[in-house]
């Protein structure tokens, strides 16, 4: 499947991103997510979901800047938002393994899974603010683990390196050997009971991030109905995809 590749082995589903150059989460990308997403509740013999990047150096590069206008940008955040509201309901464990650049969109969809294991040589950002918006499922959820480190990411666009996501709580563990332990961790899961799992999951959801509906609700609203109101939310788009700066009317 262009794009994506899935694959069960060791009682775990995993989803890897194969869309050189850079895995740029396209719709029909984020459309296999979703249809690789949609059936797992029923899946008991499933401990495990693990998103990795069939990429050197990249795990994903983001959302196509392309749908973020605004005549696509509306069905692009139905169906990515789709994808998260799937990861948060799931029964299964989610792991991310992150090889490389994880930014925009290939951030939050990393940083939103139970356990992130990073190479030493992978980094993390949300430069959405440089295009002229802003990150809903972020913005929903950095607060909550990174404490003020999430104004760095969404307000500068600033990008941290593995070991600074960790002290922030973006990342579980940096790992020198990122297959090896991300093999052992879903050794680990596959050990354990599913229904338990399950429970407990839903239990640490609940707690940490029992408001996620109503938060990327929220963010939702923001996006749709005041940022896509401003004339620069086109500026920044255009001046990406023009490759120059943009120039802001701050309006």
């Known amino acids: 499947m262009n794009g994506l590749h899935r694959d069960e082995h060791d009682g775990a589903l995993w989803l890897t991103l194969d869309r050189p150059p850079v895995n740029v989460l396209d719709i029909p990308t984020i459309q296999q997510l979703e249809a690789a997403l949609a059936p797992l509740a029923s899946r008991?013999?499933?401990?495990?979901?693990?998103?990795?990047?069939?990429?050197?150096?990249?795990?994903?590069?983001?959302?196509?800047?392309?749908?973020?206008?605004?005549e696509r940008v509306a069905a692009m955040l139905e169906a990515f938002h789709r994808v998260f509201r799937l990861l948060n309901t799931l029964p299964q464990?989610?792991?991310?393994?992150?090889?490389?650049?994880?930014?925009?969109?290939?951030c939050e969809l990393a940083v939103f899974c139970d356990f992130v294991l990073a190479a030493p040589e992978a980094?993390?950002?949300?430069?959405?603010?440089?295009?002229?918006?802003?990150?809903?499922?972020?913005?929903?959820?950095?607060?909550?683990?990174?404490?003020?480190?999430?104004?760095?990411?969404?307000?500068?666009?600033?990008?941290?390196?593995?070991?600074?996501?960790?002290?922030?709580?973006?990342?579980?563990r940096v790992a020198a050997d990122l297959p090896g332990e991300t093999a052992a961790l879903v050794?680990?899961?596959?050990?354990?009971?599913?229904?338990?799992?399950?429970?407990?999951?839903?239990?640490?959801?609940q707690a940490s991030h029992g408001g996620f509906e109503e938060r990327l609700s929220r963010m939702e609203r923001l996006y749709r109905d005041e940022l896509l109101a401003t004339e620069d939310v086109e500026e920044?788009?255009?001046?990406?995809?023009?490759?120059?700066?943009?120039?802001?009317?701050?309006?």
């Open 123 to 172: 980094t993390f950002g949300q430069p959405e603010i440089d295009v002229g918006c802003f990150p809903p499922v972020a913005a929903a959820l950095l607060p909550l683990i990174a404490g003020r480190g999430a104004a760095e990411l969404v307000l500068l666009g600033s990008t941290c390196t593995a070991d600074e996501a960790q002290r922030m709580g973006l990342v579980t």
């Open 44 to 70: 008991a013999d499933l401990r495990a979901v693990v998103l990795r990047s069939a990429l050197p150096g990249t795990f994903s590069a983001g959302v196509d800047i392309r749908d973020h206008s605004r």
């Open 187 to 205: 050794a680990r899961l596959a050990a354990k009971s599913a229904s338990v799992l399950a429970v407990a999951r839903k239990a640490l959801r």
């Open 236 to 251: 920044g788009v255009r001046a990406f995809l023009e490759k120059r700066p943009a120039r802001w009317r701050h309006r």
């Open 93 to 106: 464990v989610t792991l991310a393994a992150v090889n490389g650049r994880c930014l925009g969109g290939g």
